[in-house]
């Protein structure tokens, strides 16, 4: 039986604009017992998604928003140290919501657990890539995207976790592929390492003029993650019949109170007969094995490559997480909890 402590984060008070790390606090209590149909599983690896900050603030959302003085949500991948469930045995390795703490009990599909199958990639991957990350990328683009061979794809937040994915499946669909990003490095590394076409630095450059530049036929699927000012310039460089994903709206996260008015180019969608769609990964839960499957191998025949930055320890997570929203993440940005 395990014993000894569980070190968690809490969500101390709804933030007003950017998370700070006094919006979180840390408590040590018991390791849980383990009742009949569960299991103890100890974290190893913590994911810090820009949702995060979604999930903190009051309103209605996809999904319940975190209580003030509850353990911070959070995907993990851990291992199972103890089982009472007879689908679970110690040394399976698991992932699903399960906190930003160092353990957790699981029973069934609690906190949409799951056991993972054995693979000779790392673990991480199932946060990143083989996990939601690679989930949105996937079915957001296909799905939602539906891009045809030929066509031009332009990606917000390129280099980052689920752009960088999406860019390269929109590749390997024979797609022209354009990513606007925050760095003349991560420009470097979409184009020289992951085969876009062109790239777009979106704090140097004129958004409408360098899509203009580097889409001369237009838009055909503009996968945003960003919203505001990308997500207006995009608009005005539709082709006909363009989808507009939306994915995300990272600019817009960390607003003081309301959020911003939507894009004032909206129009742009009757004049092309263009749609724009959202979608929340969730959505796609039953067919996660699909996906990964695919990215599994796509991955294994060298065809996406991906990053994955890990900072140390759990208690560095309030500060980390505000590395999604000043672009200092390269790649999918993971804490790492506990040795393997
Ligand atoms: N719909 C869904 O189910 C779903 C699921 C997962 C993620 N998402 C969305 O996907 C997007 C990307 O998430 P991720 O996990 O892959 O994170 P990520 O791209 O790895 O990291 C976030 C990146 O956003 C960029 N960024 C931050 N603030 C910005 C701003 N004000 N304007 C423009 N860019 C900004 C930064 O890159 P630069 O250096 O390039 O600026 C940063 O590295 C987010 O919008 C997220 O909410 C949606």
Same mark, same amino acid.
């Given at each position: 039986?395990?014993?000894?402590?569980?070190?968690?984060?809490?969500?101390?008070?709804?933030?007003?604009?950017?998370?700070?790390?006094?919006?979180?606090?840390?408590?040590?209590?018991?390791?849980?017992?383990?009742?009949?149909?569960?299991?103890?599983?100890?974290?190893?690896?913590?994911?810090?998604?820009?949702?995060?900050?979604?999930?903190?603030?009051?309103?209605?959302?996809?999904?319940?928003?975190?209580?003030?003085?509850?353990?911070?949500?959070?995907?993990?991948?851990?291992?199972?140290?103890?089982?009472?469930?007879?689908?679970?045995?110690?040394?399976?390795?698991?992932?699903?919501?399960?906190?930003?703490?160092?353990?957790?009990?699981?029973?069934?599909?609690?906190?949409?657990?799951?056991?993972?199958?054995?693979?000779?990639?790392?673990?991480?991957?199932?946060?990143?890539?083989?996990?939601?990350?690679?989930?949105?990328?996937?079915?957001?683009?296909?799905?939602?995207?539906?891009?045809?061979?030929?066509?031009?794809?332009?990606?917000?937040?390129?280099?980052?976790?689920? !752009?960088?994915?999406?860019?390269?499946?929109?590749? +390997? &669909?024979?797609? *022209?592929?354009? $990513?606007?990003?925050?760095? %003349?490095?991560?420009?470097?590394?979409?184009?020289?390492?992951?085969?876009?076409?062109?790239?777009?630095?979106?704090?140097?450059?004129?958004?409408?003029?360098?899509?203009?530049?580097?889409?001369?036929?237009?838009?055909?699927?503009?996968?945003?993650?960003?919203?505001?000012?990308?997500?207006?310039?995009?608009?005005?460089?539709?082709?006909?019949?363009?989808?507009?994903?939306?994915?995300?709206?990272?600019?817009?996260?960390?607003?003081?109170?309301?959020?911003?008015? !939507?894009?004032?180019?909206?129009?742009?969608?009757? +004049? &092309?007969?263009? *749609?724009?769609? $959202?979608?929340?990964?969730? %959505?796609?839960?039953?067919?996660?094995?699909?996906?990964?499957?695919?990215?599994?191998?796509?991955?294994?025949?060298?065809?996406?490559?991906?990053?994955?930055?890990?900072?140390?320890?759990?208690?560095?997570?309030?500060?980390?997480?505000?590395?999604?929203?000043?672009?200092?993440?390269?790649?999918?940005?993971?804490?790492?909890?506990?040795?393997?």
């Amino acid at each position: 039986m395990a014993t000894g402590k569980n070190r968690q984060i809490l969500l101390k008070s709804r933030p007003k604009g950017r998370l700070q790390p006094s919006d979180f606090e840390s408590r040590e209590v018991d390791v849980p017992e383990v009742g009949d149909g569960q299991a103890l599983v100890k974290n190893l690896y913590l994911s810090l998604d820009p949702a995060m900050r979604g999930w903190v603030r009051e309103g209605e959302s996809y999904i319940e928003p975190v209580a003030v003085g509850g353990v911070m949500r959070g995907g993990t991948v851990g291992v199972v140290l103890e089982s009472k469930n007879p689908k679970l045995a110690p040394g399976d390795k698991v992932m699903g919501m399960n906190g930003w703490q160092e353990y957790a009990l699981i029973g069934g599909n609690e906190n949409m657990s799951r056991k993972l199958p054995e693979m000779s990639l790392p673990l991480t991957n199932f946060l990143s890539v083989l996990g939601a990350t690679g989930m949105t990328a996937y079915f957001g683009l296909l799905d939602v995207g539906e891009p045809k061979e030929g066509e031009t794809v332009l990606v917000s937040t390129a280099a980052g976790a689920v !752009g960088s994915i999406v860019g390269q499946i929109a590749k +390997i &669909k024979g797609c *022209r592929v354009v $990513g606007i990003t925050g760095s %003349d490095e991560k420009c470097r590394w979409i184009t020289e390492e992951l085969g876009y076409d062109a790239a777009i630095n979106y704090k140097t450059e004129k958004l409408d003029e360098a899509i203009k530049k580097t889409c001369p036929k237009k838009v055909d699927v503009y996968f945003d993650n960003v919203g505001g000012d990308q997500l207006d310039a995009a608009l005005l460089n539709l082709n006909k019949h363009a989808r507009v994903v939306i994915c995300g709206a990272i600019s817009v996260y960390n607003a003081k109170g309301d959020l911003p008015p !939507g894009p004032s180019n909206y129009l742009a969608l009757l +004049i &092309k007969s263009a *749609r724009m769609q $959202g979608f929340v990964v969730l %959505d796609y839960l039953d067919r996660f094995m699909e996906g990964g499957m695919q990215l599994a191998q796509w991955i294994m025949e060298g065809k996406i490559k991906h990053r994955e930055h890990v900072v140390d320890g759990l208690e560095n997570a309030p500060t980390a997480i505000n590395m999604l929203f000043d672009g200092s993440n390269n790649g999918k940005l993971i804490v790492k909890i506990a040795d393997e």
